[in-house]
């Protein structure tokens, strides 16, 4: 998805609000996903946004999703966004990055199963691990989480 940023979208010192880029991203997400399982995602969370360049008025930016990794009923969507100037030389920049983890969902708007993601080449079975460990860990934080809240609930 692209975009010419315009001043509705931006502060006053000229710089592009970063919720716009956020939507701009989200929708690109949405978009990588719906395409990847063929029917309805929603967002359920974003992961390491990282804003690497300001973005300005009169920027060309382009979002580009990609998936990196699936599991059962969700998928991680890795999300850049490259802005660049026209008015000046020096080509596209990577502005921003993130991860976004969609689910996929049935008309009932519970979660459905989706297509597994077979990664091919280096670049993406390496990004399959990094988001593999990430998700690992995320799930090991949230049980150790509900353990002490049980723990704590249990003593009082």
């Not at 956020?22 to 974003?46: E, H, I, N, Y």
């Not at 580009?64 to 030389?89: K, N, Q």
């Not at 297509?115 to 049980?143: C, G, I, M, N, Y």
Request: with cysteine; glycine share 8%.
């Amino acid at each position: 998805m692209s975009s010419v940023m315009m001043p509705s979208q931006a502060n006053h010192y000229g710089n592009v609000h970063g919720g716009e880029i956020m939507k701009l991203m989200d929708s690109t997400a949405g978009a990588t996903a719906v395409k990847f399982v063929r029917g309805d995602c929603v967002t359920a969370r974003v992961d390491e946004l990282q804003f690497h360049l300001p973005v300005h008025i009169g920027d060309f930016v382009v979002s580009t999703g990609r998936v990196v990794y699936t599991g059962t009923t969700s998928l991680e969507i890795y999300v850049t966004v490259e802005v660049e100037d026209f008015r000046r030389a020096g080509g596209p920049q990577l502005a921003l990055d993130a991860y976004f983890t969609m689910v996929a969902v049935d008309a009932d708007d519970r979660p459905t199963a989706v297509p597994p993601f077979d990664p091919q080449t280096p670049d993406e079975k390496a990004q399959w691990e990094l988001v593999h460990a990430r998700r690992e860990a995320s799930r090991q934080r949230r049980v150790r989480q509900r353990e002490k809240a049980a723990a704590e609930n249990s003593g009082s």
